[in-house]
């Protein structure tokens, strides 16, 4: 069982950057597909991005698409969201998840990942 733990939420101003941490522990990341999701209140989860296990392939919504990149340092069995030009429709809780066995179709939907963090804060303001 993987333990996944968020960092680097906070409050920027529009047009600003901030960079999410996901730590994995318990299981090597690689193992995982590994997605961040965000919510504000009164919505579900909306994912944001994910990187698929082993190779890597990266894929994004449409609206954060030449804005975020998702990374992954192996060595420090981290998955990384980092968020350039920051609006303020970005705000709200992210958190990532993992899941061993999801196929390319299903990363998109946050019921079918396992393991999830507690959520980060992040808040852009105007």
């Known amino acids: 069982q993987v333990e996944l733990a968020e960092s680097g939420g906070g409050l920027m101003q529009a047009g600003g950057s901030l960079r999410l941490s996901c730590t994995a522990s318990?299981?090597?990341?690689?193992?995982?597909?590994v997605g961040w999701f965000r919510q504000v209140p009164g919505k579900e989860r909306e994912f944001v991005s994910a990187?698929?296990?082993?190779?890597?392939?990266?894929y994004y919504h449409d609206s954060v698409k030449g804005r975020f990149t998702i990374s992954r340092e192996n060595a420090k069995n981290t998955v990384y969201l980092q968020m350039n030009s920051l609006k303020p429709e970005d705000t709200g809780v992210y958190y990532c998840?993992?899941?061993?066995?999801?196929?390319?179709?299903?990363?998109?939907?946050?019921?079918?990942?396992?393991?999830w963090g507690q959520g980060t804060q992040v808040t852009v303001s105007t």
């Open positions: 990187i698929f296990r082993r190779g890597g392939h990266t």
């Open positions: 998840a993992a899941d061993q066995r999801l196929i390319l179709s299903s990363i998109r939907r946050a019921v079918e990942y396992d393991y």
């Open positions: 318990g299981r090597t990341i690689t193992d995982y597909v």
